[in-house]
């Protein structure tokens, strides 16, 4: 069993639900999850101007659009490359089932006239890189069998931040502890998509 998840923190974190990307050509984008890659779009919501689709991986996690007017592409930014200036975002890294799933993606991605790289072997894992339509660059990887650093954390940089050298578990009080919320204060306010599903447990 992993060692690492769940229930190091205060709070038990599961996983990643979603990450919500930028597109002005809807479109386009489902054409590109979806249809060229297979993952199912699950939920769709708004309107023009303001759209929001779900795609689903098998995980139960999912990869999300909104889609803005007068939105364009982003410049291509290889993966990895040091930027300056305000970003917050590298890329997105979606893992493969196996050998041939790498393989197959690799000969999918060059038939639709897609930009990608060969297969790069990282030691943990072999990757070929890629750009969506919207500029956001995509990594596809396989994990190399046997290689688990949730398991056994593996550091090997030269010189090492502060907080690297603490180690891979949390340091306790760094941080003021949470005053529990009582119950009777438990009160979600209603969202966007709501009304979507106002008849569940009815």
Request: glycine letters at 10%; hydrophobic letters at 40%; zero cysteines.
């Amino acid at each position: 069993m992993n060692p690492i998840v769940p229930g190091v923190g205060v709070v038990t974190i599961v996983g990643i639900h979603h990450p919500a990307f930028i597109t002005g050509d809807m479109d386009r984008t489902v054409a590109y999850w979806r249809d060229l890659l297979g993952l199912p779009l699950v939920y769709t919501q708004g309107g023009p101007g303001n759209r929001q689709y779900f795609f689903a991986l098998p995980d139960g996690s999912f990869i999300v659009f909104f889609e803005f007017s007068g939105a364009t592409p982003q410049p291509y930014h290889h993966h990895g490359a040091p930027q300056a200036g305000a970003h917050v975002f590298d890329h997105l890294a979606i893992a493969v089932a196996g050998e041939e799933d790498l393989w197959e993606m690799l000969a999918l991605l060059e038939a639709a006239g897609m930009p990608v790289s060969d297969v790069i072997d990282h030691g943990m894992v072999r990757s070929i890189y890629t750009f969506d339509p919207n500029g956001i660059p995509v990594e596809f990887l396989l994990p190399t069998a046997g290689v688990d650093v949730a398991a056994e954390p593996k550091f090997t940089e030269k010189e090492p931040t502060a907080s690297a050298v603490e180690g891979p578990w949390p340091v306790r009080g760094r941080w003021p502890e949470p005053v529990p919320i009582p119950p009777d204060e438990r009160r979600a306010i209603a969202g966007e998509g709501h009304e979507n599903f106002a008849d569940l447990g009815k």
